[in-house]
Nanobody, 115 residues
Framework: QVQLVESGGGLVQPGGSLRLSCAAS????????VGWHRQAPGKQRELVAH???????YYADSVKGRFTISRDNAKNTVVLQMNSLKPEDTAVYYCNVARAPNTYWGQGTQVTVSS
């Protein structure tokens, strides 16, 4: 059974930082691409950052220079370090692992950026 457990969300002031973590079990984590997506109220879910099994990374333009994605295959975890947070970063953040034809999602963690 595949499980993805996210942690690290919360309430932070604009300009602050949060570190999201996603721990995977039930898969050979190292061969999967891993991504963080987010969904704000009334908006579609969007890809924020992605890291391939080979370590190549992608960032949405809206988070470039502020967010960093990394993975630790020995610990089956992926981390999203979020700095210089803005109110528009407020959303539920979801961890996703995928390797065709399989894709799995975490339950989501709320990030709220507000003063």
């Amino acid at each position: 059974q595949v499980q993805l457990v996210e942690s690290g969300g919360g309430l932070v002031q604009p300009g602050g930082s949060l570190r999201l973590s996603c721990a995977a079990s039930g898969i050979t984590f190292s061969i999967y691409g891993v991504g963080w997506h987010r969904q704000a109220p009334g908006k579609q879910r969007e890809l924020v950052a992605h890291i391939t099994s080979g370590g190549n990374v992608y960032y949405a333009d809206s988070v470039k220079g502020r967010f960093t994605i990394s993975r630790d295959n020995a610990k089956n975890t992926v981390v999203l370090q979020m700095n210089s947070l803005k109110p528009e970063d407020t959303a539920v953040y979801y961890c996703n692992v995928a390797r065709a034809p399989n894709t799995y999602w975490g339950q989501g963690t709320q990030v709220t950026v507000s003063s």
